[in-house]
């Protein structure tokens, strides 16, 4: 059974850094093609970071310079370190992965690509 289980969220004041990590179950994540979304009360899920199977990542706008996504093969994890955290970024954060098909780098980012879901973990800045 395929399952992604996401840690390391929690509260931090505007300007820290955490880093959340998403467990990989039941698969190998060496196809790369898996993703970091995020949900804030009353607003749509949106995709902070994605990274696709030649290795390229992709951003969003908004977090592009603060936010690393990667991939540690060996420990079949996915990680997304936060710096320069800002109040705006609290939200669920959701990882995801695209198993028995490719993600395009264009698309990378949109939730429906994804066919596999944690269940999230929080974080929450502080001003």
């Known amino acids: 059974q395929v399952q992604l289980v996401e840690s390391g969220g929690g509260s931090v004041q505007a300007g820290g850094s955490l880093r959340i990590s998403c467990a990989a179950s039941g698969y190998t994540v060496t196809s790369n093609n898996m993703g970091w979304f995020r949900q804030a009360p009353g607003k749509e899920c949106e995709g902070v970071a994605a990274?696709?199977?030649?290795?390229?990542?992709k951003y969003a706008d908004s977090v592009k310079g603060r936010f690393t996504i990667s991939l540690d093969n060996a420990k079949n994890t996915l990680y997304l370190q936060m710096n320069s955290l800002k109040p705006e970024d609290t939200a669920m954060y959701y990882c995801?992965?695209?198993?028995?098909?490719?993600?395009?780098?264009?698309?990378?980012?949109?939730?429906?690509?994804?066919?596999?879901w944690g269940q999230g973990t929080q974080v929450a800045v502080s001003s």
């Open positions: 990274i696709v199977a030649d290795g390229s990542t």
């Open positions: 995801a992965a695209a198993i028995g098909y490719g993600v395009p780098w264009y698309g990378a980012l949109s939730n429906n690509r994804y066919n596999i």
